[in-house]
């Protein structure tokens, strides 16, 4: 059983950064992939990044793409999303979430098995 925290929501204005961090309680995450979503008031659960934790192959969403950076600490099972650039489109609740690299499609939310209770991160005009 893999359990996951999100941390390092907050508020900030239009242009400015924030890094999330999560972190997971299991040995290890060899055979997952880790992503990040994120969920607006009334919306779905939509893409951000993925990472695939044995060789480090990550997935952007367009939106995230030249402003998002998915990393990991291998060793100590924590996965960041620094984010940069922040839009107040970007406001959301923001989730990381695994599942076995056999199953998952990294943009497809369905396809992940466990889930963090999320951090919020608001971006003002």
């Known amino acids: 059983q893999v359990e996951l925290v999100e941390s390092g929501g907050g508020l900030v204005q239009a242009g400015g950064s924030l890094r999330l961090s999560c972190a997971a309680s299991t040995r290890t995450l060899m055979a997952y992939v880790v992503g990040w979503f994120r969920q607006a008031p009334g919306k779905e659960h939509e893409f951000v990044a993925s990472i695939r934790w044995n060789n480090g192959i990550t997935n952007y969403a367009t939106s995230s793409k030249g402003r998002f950076t998915i990393s990991r600490d291998a060793a100590n099972n924590l996965v960041y999303l620094q984010m940069n650039s922040l839009k107040p489109e970007d406001t959301a609740v923001y989730y990381c979430?695994?599942?076995?690299?056999?199953?998952?499609?990294?943009?497809?939310?369905?396809?992940?098995?466990?889930w963090g209770q999320g951090t919020q991160v608001t971006v003002s005009s």
């Open positions: 979430a695994t599942g076995p690299i056999s199953v998952v499609v990294p943009s497809n939310p369905g396809t992940y098995i466990h």
